[in-house]
């Protein structure tokens, strides 16, 4: 029975979850865009070029480029004439000082089990919050927000399609949300209000998905952080900025998350209440995405970047230190001093820090690495694209 479940569960993944340097085509797809033009037109095949430029949508003086690969731009006319141009180059490869990683089976194996416990995790929290303590609810809210941190950090860093990564977060965050929903919903026998509550959280977990992970957005956009597996080279979807169609999308999906976190509160209370519950959503989000610059873009950094060694340990220790003095600090000058709640200064970061990293440690032991991406030396340049490198 267990590796019936076991084999589910990979399959599962495969589908949804989509590690980091898993791939769902070899068919080779380009960007194009006008010349001079900044953004590039992405995610595009030799077929649709062809088609494009028979109806007149693109022309032969267009610049053309494998995804990823500005600095390797050519015309569309040379590119047709002499498709060979733009044929994939060898790699760089990624190399770690580390022992041959796992297979990915036993990371996307060990990750589903962690899942579960996860999920099980979710069910019984509500009796951490109903013994009244600060320590408990700090526990529950530290494992709650290590669980929108991983899905946050796959939802950012994974090679895949954007909406792979959208049913990924989708998904994962729907079961765990519907998991401690669900442990609140045993001792209130069910009643009508759990289920509004689930409704007001279902709506604000967009906006704070999106807050968590806007610092891991900026450092794969501007830093360039990318989580590839050792021995295999960089992804090219790591290489390029945002096109107009991506702007747009973005912007799109944060105006609805807005719009669904407006709406969840006038389902529950009058207009007056619910407005004081829209400004602790606004500030719970504001909270989280500040969180997430001193917490799990710091973690993912330590614990997956190449050569780390015994540093791993060191800048836990440093990290854990850091964050326990700011919490505490936090307390004596809110005017908060008692002593359970600098307790549990002391054990929430513990807790938000072991589950967080035995996950990334695992993806590690399974051989995916942190480096920084645009690898191309700037000599293979192409007359253009060293103008336009921006918008690779």
């Known amino acids: 029975m267990y590796k019936v479940l076991v084999l589910a569960a990979q399959k599962l993944a495969q589908k949804v979850v989509a590690l980091p340097g898993w791939t769902m085509s070899n068919e080779i797809l380009y960007s194009v865009k006008r010349p001079n033009q900044w953004f590039w037109r992405t995610n595009v095949t030799r077929e649709e070029v062809l088609r494009q430029l028979e109806k007149s949508r693109i022309s032969g003086d267009w610049w053309i480029c494998p995804l990823g690969e500005a600095n390797r731009s050519t015309t569309v006319d040379r590119f047709l004439a002499d498709p060979t141009v733009l044929q994939p180059e060898p790699s760089p490869v990624l190399t770690g000082n580390e022992d041959e990683p796992r297979s990915t089976d036993w990371v996307t194996s060990s990750i589903c089990l962690l899942f579960v416990g996860l999920a099980f995790f979710n069910l019984i929290a509500i009796g951490f919050l109903e013994q009244g303590s600060p320590i408990g609810a700090i526990i529950v809210a530290a494992v709650i927000y290590a669980q929108v941190g991983l899905v946050a950090t796959w939802g950012v860093f994974s090679s895949t399609h954007f909406t792979n990564r959208l049913r990924m977060c989708g998904g994962v965050g729907l079961v765990l949300l519907f ?25 604000f977990s967009p906006l704070l998905l999106f807050a968590v992970q806007s610092p891991l957005w900026a450092a794969r956009i501007w830093l360039q952080w990318e989580i590839a597996k050792v ?36 389902l529950i209370s009058e207009p007056q209440e619910s407005q004081q519950i829209l400004s602790v959503l606004t500030s719970a989000a504001g909270i989280a995405g500040a969180a997430s610059l001193v917490t799990v873009t710091p973690l993912v950094f330590i614990t997956l970047r190449p050569r780390a060694g015994a540093t791993v340990a060191i800048g836990l220790m440093i990290w854990y230190a850091a964050l326990v003095a700011i919490l505490v600090t936090l307390t004596f000058a809110t005017g908060y001093s008692d002593a359970r709640l600098r307790q549990a200064c002391l054990v929430g970061p513990g807790f938000f820090a072991t589950i967080t990293c035995a996950t990334l440690l695992i993806v590690r032991h399974g051989g995916y690495r942190l480096f920084r991406g645009r690898r191309a030396s700037a000599s293979h340049q192409a007359p253009d694209s060293q103008a336009t490198a921006k918008a690779d």
């Open 231 to 266: 021995g295999q080279p960089p992804s090219g979807s790591y290489l390029q900025l945002p096109g107009i169609i991506d702007l747009i999308i973005g912007t799109t999906a944060i105006g609805v998350a807005l719009a669904a976190m407006k709406i969840g509160p006038t």
């Open 179 to 203: 998991c401690f929903m669900l442990g609140i919903a045993g001792p209130a026998g069910g009643s009508g209000e759990v289920g509004l509550a689930f409704t007001v959280f279902l709506l």
